[in-house]
Each structure stands twice: as structure tokens, then as C-alpha cells.
Nanobody, 122 residues
Framework: QVQLVESGGGLIQPGGSLRLSCAAS????????MGWFRQASGKEREFVAA????????TDIDLGRGRFIISRDNDKNAVYLQINRAKPEDTAVYYC???????????????WGQGTQVAVSS
């Protein structure tokens, strides 16, 4: 079992930046592919970013253009999501997830955190 706890959410202005953290316990995340998803009110949970075991390969919904940057520190058993140039449509609960495949699909991830709220508003 892997327990995941997200933190770092809050209110940011459009155009601003925020860094979310996900602390893992129970097992080393070095054995898992990690991902971030988000769920806006009234919408389905959607993929944001994923990172390979070693951190060298990532994918995100902004196609690597720098709005969403996922990273991991296996020594600290943690994963991070940097949100840049935030937009109001980024407002959602952000979830950290761990799984056995490098994937953009929810069903590929077995373990989920409780989420952290991000609100983008002026």
C-alpha cells in the first residue's frame, strides 16, 4: 500500500505560479510511475501530467510547453507539480496518483491521494 498526501494548493491570480507537493509513505515511490490528475466542479477527473520511474520521461496536457511541470525526488519519496501561467480553467482539486504503468489513463493508477484545491482567480 502507498499512502499519498497532497499539499500546496491555494488561491493564485491568473498568470501566477504554484507548486504542489505529494508526499508518499508506506512504500518507496521509486517502484511506481506517478501522475497528477485534476477534477473541476461538475466535471470528470482528467489527466494533467505523468512521470516515469527515473524522472527522465514526462508527459503533460500542455505538451511540454512549460505550464505544467512534473518532477519527482525518489530520495524524499515525493512528487511535485509546478503550475505556471495559471488560468481560471485550471481551478480544480488536484490529485496525486501512483501506478504500475506510464499512462495518461486513470485506470492505470492504483493509489490516490485525497487532493488539494487550487483556485485561480483575480
Amino acid at each position: 500500500q502507498v499512502q499519498l498526501v497532497e499539499s500546496g494548493g491555494g488561491l493564485i491570480q491568473p498568470g501566477g505560479s504554484l507548486r504542489l507537493s505529494c508526499a508518499a509513505s508506506g512504500r518507496a515511490i521509486s517502484n511506481y510511475f506517478m501522475g497528477w490528475f485534476r477534477q473541476a466542479s461538475g466535471k470528470e477527473r482528467e489527466f494533467v501530467a505523468a512521470i516515469h520511474l527515473d524522472g527522465d520521461h514526462t508527459t503533460d496536457i500542455d505538451l511540454g510547453r512549460g505550464r505544467f511541470i512534473i518532477s519527482r525526488d525518489n530520495d524524499k519519496n515525493a512528487v511535485y507539480l509546478q503550475i505556471n501561467r495559471a488560468k481560471p480553467e485550471d481551478t480544480a482539486v488536484y490529485y496525486c496518483a501512483a501506478g504500475d504503468h506510464f499512462s495518461t489513463l486513470r485506470r492505470a493508477y492504483s493509489y490516490w491521494g485525497q487532493g488539494t484545491q487550487v483556485a485561480v482567480s483575480s
